[in-house]
């Protein structure tokens, strides 16, 4: 079993919906989760990070974790032609000290349509 | 040159080629990461340098060597690589050391590596 599961997609959505991209994960000891979007030909870049369990916006996008059910969520409202990219989910024990190994998923191909 | 840099962005390189990646990051950041990404598959860590010292190698095969001179540079030397080594590897930077806040990682372009 992975330690992290994301399903790959490709998810494709009308403009103006709402997207909802999701990962799973095995490890208890993840505290800290990160939501990274990748454009193609790009590097990763981070959209937001949550720490523990909770809600987080940022403008369009929450982040929510669920850590009691090991599942972590990533909601864009209003989806935009410009959204579409592959999200990638990270997780790790530890964000402090440096050299923090981060644990990712496969990433979400987003495609959103005119 | 702001952020994370990687040079050459793209690279194709026979099995008996010897060849370097390079990565600079223009952050001020203590960290520096490689890490390979192949179709279909998570981003693999393969090594992590922490002020100059290396501090992870997630069982890279010997074929790949890092060497990191200072903590704004970081290279990949590659040697005798296997068709199967192809994949867009990628460089990322971090604050680092006791920094106190969260240390997250910020990424370059990535090298897209094909071995014929």
């Known amino acids: 079993q992975k330690e992290v599961e994301q399903d790959p997609g490709p998810l494709s959505v009308p403009e103006g919906a709402i997207v909802s991209l999701n990962c799973t994960y095995s490890n208890s000891a993840f505290q800290y989760f990160m939501w990274y979007r990748q454009y193609s030909r790009k590097g990763p870049e981070l959209l937001m990070y949550t720490y523990s369990s909770g809600n987080k916006e940022d403008g369009r996008f929450t982040a929510q974790v669920d850590k009691s059910s090991k599942y972590i969520s990533l909601f864009i409202r209003d989806s935009q032609p410009s959204d579409s990219a592959t999200y990638l989910c990270a997780m790790t024990g530890s964000l402090t000290g440096g050299g923090n190994k981060l644990t990712f998923g496969t990433g979400t191909q987003l495609k959103v349509e005119l | 040159e702001t952020g994370v840099t990687q040079t050459p962005r793209h690279l194709v390189m026979g099995m008996t080629n010897k060849k370097s990646l390079k990565c600079e990051q223009h952050l001020g950041h203590n960290a520096m990461y490689w890490y390979k990404q192949s179709a279909k598959k998570p981003l693999e860590l393969m090594f992590v340098?922490?002020?100059?010292?290396?501090?992870e190698n997630n069982s890279v095969p010997s074929r790949f060597s890092p060497e990191c001179p200072n903590s704004s540079h970081l290279f990949l030397h590659l040697h005798t690589l296997q068709p199967e080594d192809s994949a867009l590897y990628l460089c990322a930077s971090s604050q680092g050391g006791t920094s106190g806040g969260t240390d997250t990682q910020y990424f370059g372009p990535g090298t897209r590596l094909t071995v014929l």
């Open positions: 340098y922490n002020f100059k010292e290396q501090t």
